[in-house]
Each structure stands twice: as structure tokens, then as C-alpha cells.
């Protein structure tokens, strides 16, 4: 910021958040449709089908957080680099054209759904490709645009100053473009075309956003604790160097089943569960820095913003770590895979490793806009993380208990059959487990809800500093 005053590219780093938001509420919207058409059938049938809803749930997260993390880092640019973002005007372009054509891809999915078995339904309906499902055209658009974003971030770092952050952020968008080539293309061979397909949904996510959120998380702690910066820059690098070993070897976990080299099964589950190592470490050394220094009046100055933060860093260490963990390696993979276990790793390593880390930038975005020296968390704050927090959690293990069920009842008992997995599908627990994730997913749903109330308002609800009361009154 100049003083008060934003800059332009700030500014549009609001539009960005704000469709973020729009677009977080409509994953959540499909979610709940799919989670109440796993336990009823019969709900939308042949109105809005399970394949679609599903598909609705996941892509809509996907672009809201890639939305999200634009925004970001139109957020930080200039107040990293000292000057406005170059470019800012065909920046601004970008973003309206990935906006229509975001709401054209939504209103395709809602109204064509599918299409015939033509090159025509590849092009102009969906890819049917699990993930990332987006129609070729979409897909140049989304490459376009990132490269529009890449060409802003490089041309305003080398016209202005060069951060440790804004040179990770650098050598990591590269990948963030072209990492994503590889899922618009087919090959003919199963097993090859599953292997690049892997690369856009590992890589991509799971490589080249863990370092980014890396990059971002370490603004947040400069902004909020006044992290030294000489510490966040080290952790950062390390965190390129994890993404070598944990990112690009970890994606060996992918390839268990697929007809890859046996030697992928040693490689996959050594290196799959270390990638949130580099994070944890990160946030621990900041705040016992800052714990150290608390007596001295460094307090911190944006509360919601650090309370996201560190349910992003436990958050990713519990569902990427943790819960990757625990059905990746192959000798336990080989029954687990197909189950519901990676769904529920899924739902948390997402909420943990990304989502609660863009709601902590939004609301370092609502602090900088107001103007305020500091934010606190208020009433409706709290209620949004709590309750979407617990829901996640209570989400993912009630997921677990399915998993355990399909585990045991249809690949232990059955032999993993046609007949073991219908079986499996009406075991009491592993409805009930489908019906509290449902519970849960409500509650996720009010938490949002909390969220976007609070976005809102929270700015106007903060109490006066005793300086802003003295000048008041001076001036009265």
C-alpha cells in the first residue's frame, strides 16, 4: 500500500478474492448435493446427476483457490517489490476474460452436462478427465491467463526489488504454467495417459501450490508477527528443496496400480508424507521467535489472519502428512486404493494445506483496505473457524470410519468383487459415516456463511485505538 491508499493492483487483487468466495460457496452448494445423493439416490436424478455434482464440487475448488492465489499475489507484488504491478491494465483484462469463461465452463456443465463421443464434446463440453474436467478451450484460456500473470509477476520483480518470497514466487509460477500442459493431451496407452495425467494433478497441486502457499504464508507471518525475514527466506528454500525430493518422488504414490516399475512402490511411500514438513517448521520457528520478543509491544497485528494461518499449518501436517500417510504406503494402498481413504486424506490436506491459508490473505486483504494498524477476531470470526474447521475435521474422520468399513468388509472379506463392493455400500457403518459427513458438511456450510458475513463487516467492528481516541478527541 502507498500510505492508505491501495494500489491498483491491490484493488484487483479484491475483485479476485471476491469471486474466490462466490466460487468457495458453490463447491460447498455441489458438495452437499453429492453428499445427500450418496445416502438418496433418487435426489435431482436426471436433474443434476451425482457425476455432475461431484464434478461441480471439485473443479469449483480447484479454480477457487487458483483464483485465490492470483489474488494473493497481486496482494503482496507491490508491496514486495515497492512498485505497481506492470501490466496492470491487461491484468485486469485477464481477469474478466477467465471470469466469463469460468461461468460459460459452470453453465455448460449445469444445462449441456454431457456430450456424444466426438472430438466436438473434448473441445466445447468436458475433457472427462478425472479433476479436470475443463473443455479444451477452457484449458488454453486458464494457460493464457496464468501466462499473463506470470509475464506481471517477472516484469514488476525485475523493475523492482528482489525479495527472497518474489524469487521463489518467480521460479514457481514457471511451474504453475507448465505443469498444467500436461493434461491436455492423450495418449494411447492407459498406464502413459494416467502418468501425465498425474504430473497436473500432483505436480501442479501438490507440488507447485505447496511451495507457493509456502511463499504466502511467509508474507502473512512478516505482516502479522513481523517475522524476521531472514528466517522466512531459509525456510522457503528448504521448501524448494523438499519439493524436489517430497514433491516430484512423492508422486511415485500415484503410481502403484497404473503398470509403472515396481520400484516407484519404495520411492512413492518414502518420500509422499514429507511435504508439509518444511511449512510446520516454518510457522514453529516464526512464533517461538515471536514468543521471545512478545514483551517488547510486538503483538500480533491481524488476528483472523494468524488463526487461519496456524489451522493451515497443523491443518496440511494432519491431512497431507498424517492422513496421506496412512494409505500410502503400497502394502497398505493396495486395499485401501479405491476406498474412500484418499477422500478423506483429500478433504483435509485441501482444507489444510490451501483453503484456510487464502481465507487468512482475504482477511489480510480486509485489513489493508480499511486501513487499520491492527485486526481482531470477532464474534462471527470465531463461529466461521470453528465451525468449518470441526466440520472439515469431523468430515474426514467420519469418511475414515466408511474407509475402515470398505477396507475391511469389501476388499478383506470380499476379495474386492462387484458383490463385495455393494455390500460394503449398505454396511450400516459405512452409511452412517456417510451420513455424518452430510452432518458435517452443514455445518461447514453455516461456518461459510459466518465467513462471508464476516469478510463483510469485520472492519467496520473493530474497537478504537487509545491513539485514534486521543486525535479524536483533539480534534473535538
Known amino acids: ?147 499473463v500473470f506470470l509475464y506481471n509477476v517477472y516484469a514488476t520483480v525485475m523493475k523492482g526489488r528482489h525479495t527472497g518470497i518474489l524469487v521463489v514466487l518467480m521460479a514457481d509460477l514457471i511451474a504453475l504454467a507448465g505443469l498444467y500442459l500436461a493434461g491436455m493431451f492423450y495418449t494411447d496407452n492407459i498406464a502413459v495417459d494416467q502418468y501425465w495425467w498425474w504430473w497436473v494433478v500432483h505436480l501442479w497441486v501438490e507440488a507447485t501450490w505447496e511451495v507457493y502457499v509456502a511463499a504466502v504464508g511467509g508474507y502473512i507471518l512478516i505482516k502479522t508477527l513481523n517475522a524476521n525475514r531472514k528466517v522466512v527466506e531459509m525456510w522457503l528454500w528448504i521448501e524448494v528443496a523438499m519439493m524436489f525430493g517430497s514433491g516430484i518422488l512423492g508422486l511415485g504414490h500415484h503410481y502403484f496400480w497404473i503398470g509403472t516399475p515396481e520400484y516407484w512402490w519404495e520411492i512413492g511411500a518414502l518420500f509422499s508424507a514429507l511435504e508439509p514438513v518444511p511449512l510446520v517448521g516454518l510457522f514453529v520457528h516464526v512464533l517461538y521467535d515471536w514468543g521471545k ?116 468388509v469389501e476388499r478383506g472379506m470380499h476379495g474386492a468383487t462387484w458383490e463385495g463392493y455393494f455390500i460394503a455400500q449398505a454396511n450400516r457403518w459405512f452409511v452412517q459415516g456417510m451420513g455424518w459427513r452430510l452432518a458435517a458438511g452443514l455445518a461447514v456450510i453455516v461456518g461459510y456463511g459466518f465467513l462471508v458475513y464476516d469478510l463483510l463487516t469485520c472492519a467496520k467492528k473493530q474497537p478504537v485505538e487509545e491513539g485514534e481516541k486521543e486525535v479524536a478527541a483533539a480534534a473535538a
Open 293 to 408: 520478543e512478545r514483551g517488547k509491544g510486538n503483538e500480533i497485528k491481524n488476528t483472523p489472519a494468524f488463526a487461519w494461518l496456524t489451522v493451515e499449518t497443523f491443518g496440511n501436517f494432519l491431512g497431507a502428512g498424517v492422513w496421506g500417510f496412512m494409505h500410502t504406503l503400497p502394502q497398505i494402498n493396495l486395499y485401501t486404493h479405491g476406498t474412500q481413504w484418499p477422500a478423506a486424506h483429500g478433504h483435509l490436506a485441501f482444507f489444510g494445506a490451501y483453503v484456510a491459508i487464502m481465507i487468512s490473505a482475504m482477511y489480510l486483504a480486509v485489513q489493508g483496505k480499511a486501513g487499520l494498524e491492527r485486526l481482531r477476531m470477532t464474534k462471527a470470526g470465531w463461529w466461521a473457524i470453528s465451525l468449518i474447521s470441526v466440520g472439515v475435521l469431523l468430515m474426514t474422520v467420519s469418511l475414515t470410519v466408511a474407509a475402515y468399513t470398505q477396507t475391511m
Open 1 to 147: 500500500m502507498q500510505g492508505s491508499k491501495l494500489y491498483q493492483s491491490q484493488e484487483l487483487a479484491i475483485k479476485y478474492f471476491t469471486v474466490a468466495i462466490i466460487l468457495f460457496g458453490a463447491q460447498l452448494l455441489f458438495g452437499l448435493v453429492a453428499a445427500i445423493q450418496f445416502l438418496y439416490p433418487n435426489f435431482l436424478f436426471n436433474t443434476l446427476d451425482f457425476s455432475i455434482a461431484r464434478m461441480l464440487h471439485i473443479n469449483a475448488l480447484v479454480v477457487w483457490l487458483l483464483y485465490a492465489m492470483i489474488g494473493a499475489v497481486y496482494w503482496l507484488l507491490p508491496d514486495e517489490a515497492g512498485i505497481e504491478v506492470v501490466g496492470i491494465k491487461l491484468a485486469n483484462i485477464a481477469f474478466y476474460i477467465l471470469t466469463a469463461a469460468v461461468a460459460i465452463v459452470v453453465l455448460v456443465y449445469l444445462f449441456v452436462q454431457i456430450g456424444p463421443g466426438k472430438e466436438s464434446t473434448i473441445w466445447f463440453i468436458t475433457e472427462g478427465r478425472e479433476y479436470i474436467e475443463a473443455p479444451r478451450w477452457a484449458d488454453i484460456g486458464i494457460v493464457a491467463v496464468v501466462l
